[in-house]
């Protein structure tokens, strides 16, 4: 029998590598990975800056709160009881307290210095039985009224408040929150702003 042809030694050639193609400029490199790292730093970055915006987000609405709940409402009324008395009543109707920062009385639009001149204007003399509370630099507590001016006369209360009645009085107190928000009060009327 014959034996098969075999390839000698030299006739064998080792295989080769295909060689690499050119790349040509319309051929696109193949991409480059992300590296693990890169992206795992990448979010938490990410997540770092949604943490903070959210915990500013928080601190500004606990501040908003913080001053609600402080929040002074003065409000000033006549009270007239006939027979009995008269007061001018101051009350704090918020939930925080009222720094009084100062007071402006005008009648008839002339500026008056204390409440106790609208009765000297109106009625005339310098004595008369009534209490007086000067209001400045105080602080009202929630829910707490307070009498700058108050006649228990009967028939001097009685003649005060008719009299009053054909004037005009004007009585504004500017006063702010624990937290130096400022408003002023002009009878049940608030307006926000700075004191006068």
């Known amino acids: 029998m014959e034996e098969p042809n075999m390839p000698s030694e030299e006739e064998i050639v080792p295989p080769q590598s295909p060689e690499p193609e050119e790349t040509s400029p319309e051929t696109k490199p193949p991409k480059r990975k992300i590296e693990t790292g890169l992206l795992l730093g990448i979010i938490a970055l990410l997540i770092n800056i949604i943490t903070v915006t959210i915990y500013i987000s928080q601190t500004s609405i606990m501040r908003s709160q913080q001053r609600a709940s402080a929040w002074p409402r003065l409000e000033w009324e ?34 008056l210095d204390h409440l106790d001149s609208t009765y000297t204007r ?7 039985p009534h209490l007086s509370n000067p209001l400045e630099n105080r602080v009202i507590p929630p829910g707490k009224t307070i009498r700058p001016l108050e006649i228990g006369d ?33 009878g049940l009327t608030v307006e926000k702003g700075k004191c006068f």
């Open 154 to 186: 009967p028939i001097l209360a009685s003649n005060f408040f008719f009299t009053l009645q054909q004037h005009q009085l004007e009585y504004s107190i500017c006063y702010e929150s624990v937290y130096g928000e400022q408003w002023t009060c002009n």
């Open 78 to 111: 006549i009270g007239y009881i006939q027979d009995e008395e008269f007061a001018l009543e101051v009350t704090n109707n918020g939930i925080g307290p009222a720094l009084i920062k100062s007071i402006a009385i005008k009648l008839d639009g002339e500026t």
């Open 122 to 128: 109106l009625m005339g003399g310098k004595n008369f």
